[in-house]
């Protein structure tokens, strides 16, 4: 191949709003040189829109066959020896699967780009899992550092496995936290009828994986501070049941729904309110933007995805017993009956993501996996 520069080809179902910030930075590295395949979703919490640097292909439906998914239109094709592609790292999705060993086949590079292993993921699905993510991939893009430890515990020889750092794109976030002055949100609160109260905010779709049933059950806990509202950012299947359970427990006057919310404008005064950020579930990404406002987290203590590496007990927020009502509320009691304790742990959490999970970071890990495949010829 000599010295000329490869093309890359990422393969996403669909691009969530958070991605668009990595994708327009590795299309900014390789102007000109990245293409990115997907299926189209025009609103919501999906975005189909123009990425600098990035040829965008929104034409590939996906369709689900059983437990398995198979987007259209996957090919190598216009790619060369050399040349590197991007997968979503996860056996179910077929697609991707042939296109990796398809790319294989023609000494073109293979990114799996994914989660060490799925929750609660374990003997012959795990092994079967890595299996085929060490035969396919040349090299192997984890979420976080624990992943990676992971993997050279139990994994020897290539391929070389990287830590991309999950992050959001935190731009828009310090935009707005210099634009909602105190003036401005104490007008907002008072507009909104929660100044003088203690807010406690959850922003998540509404589905099983959340749990939210457990913070609204939460709410009518006996040490729950009478002053408790709890304002729910978010849309899903489960509302209906999640209003229906509040109004049997006698806490429906205590809930604020506030629909799906997508802009960060819209948004801001909301987590800059707020006193606490609370996800019973596993927590994802949605901690990352909570503590980028300052805004301390309430978690459990045993499920959680990989972003919740960020989460500091005690530091950046509390956690209670999974699963426990009693303890979420005297979790939310505790942290705010110090309200000294609760904004240094707001600092911490917010000082963190601003040091450590930067969208620049994250690009940076992500291109050197890309630079690590296209070695591999």
Known sequence: MGDRLFNIRIFQPLVPHYRVGLF???????????????????????????????????????????????????????????????IEGNIRKLAFLWVALCARLRGIGVVWWGLHKMPN?????????????????????????SGVEWYKNKNSGSPNAFAVGNAIDLEPIQREISYWTKERLEEFQKEKMVDGKSLLLACSRLTEKVRLHEAIRAMAESSMPQDVILAIIGEGPLKDDLMRLADEI????????????????????????????????????????????????????????????????????????????????????????????????????????????????????????????????
């Open 24 to 86: 327009r930075g590795v299309g900014r590295r390789y102007a000109g040189r990245v293409e990115l395949i997907a299926a189209e979703r025009k609103v919501g919490y999906f975005v189909s829109q123009v990425i600098d640097g990035v040829r965008c292909d929104y034409h590939h439906d996906e369709i689900k066959v059983g437990p398995f998914y198979w987007m259209k239109g996957c090919s190598v094709k216009g790619l060369r020896r050399g040349d590197v592609i991007i």
């Open 250 to 377: 006698g806490v429906a006057k205590k809930i604020m729904w506030l629909g799906p919310m997508y802009d960060q404008h819209e948004m801001a005064p909301w987590f800059l309110t707020a006193k606490l950020y609370v996800y019973p579930g596993p927590v994802g990404l949605g901690i990352l933007h909570a503590l980028a406002y300052g805004l301390p987290g309430i978690l459990n203590d045993t499920h959680n995805s990989t972003e919740v590496e960020v989460f500091e007990n005690g530091a950046t927020g509390l956690m209670f017993k999974e699963f426990d009502t009693e303890s979420l509320a005297q979790a939310v009691k505790k942290c705010l009956s110090n309200e000294g304790a609760r904004y240094k742990m707001g600092e911490h959490g917010r000082t963190k993501v601003f040091t450590c999970y930067t969208m620049q970071s994250m690009i940076d890990n992500f291109c050197e996996a890309i630079e690590d495949s296209a070695r591999q010829r």
């Open 121 to 145: 993921q374990r003997g012959l699905s795990l092994w079967l899992r890595t299996y085929v993510m060490k035969r396919l991939a040349t090299s192997i893009l984890f979420y976080n550092k």
